[in-house]
């Protein structure tokens, strides 16, 4: 079994699926409606779905809530693309935890993408 998709409910899908392609590599796979839905893809095929928060799900995402529930983690092949990423996100203005330091076992850092998504971003040595 492999996991397949995650899908995250955010105010503003162009721009969240903007900063994952721009800063992540990830792939636009699908875009529809107006701004309705993004389908992203890594380079393993594992998808990451940007919607509109949906009623029957609770209506809301985590900017409306004012809270990061959860976080996503991107593993990296090398310690200097760790600090690559971070270099790129600083040029950009995005909301960073602090530089990249020794944490549970790795070099990481986290970041907060547009639509409140928590984001870790790290490498371990193998």
Not at 33 to 53: P, R, T, W
Not at 96 to 121: D, H, K, Q
């Amino acid at each position: 079994m492999r996991l397949n998709h995650l899908d995250f409910h955010v105010p503003d899908i162009a721009e969240t699926a903007d900063f994952f392609i721009r800063h992540f590599g990830l792939k636009l796979k699908d875009l529809r409606g107006n701004n309705g839905l993004a389908i992203l893809e890594d380079d393993s095929g594992l998808e990451i779905v940007l919607s509109h928060a949906i009623a029957k799900f609770g209506t809301a995402d985590q900017v409306e809530i004012g809270r990061q529930t959860y976080h996503i983690g991107f593993i990296l092949p090398e310690k200097a693309d760790v600090e690559a990423v971070h270099a790129g996100l600083i040029v950009a203005g995005a909301m960073l935890s602090g530089p990249p330091a020794v944490m549970r076992g790795g070099w990481l850092f986290y970041c907060t993408a547009p639509g409140n998504i928590l984001v870790e971003v790290g490498w371990r040595p193998g």
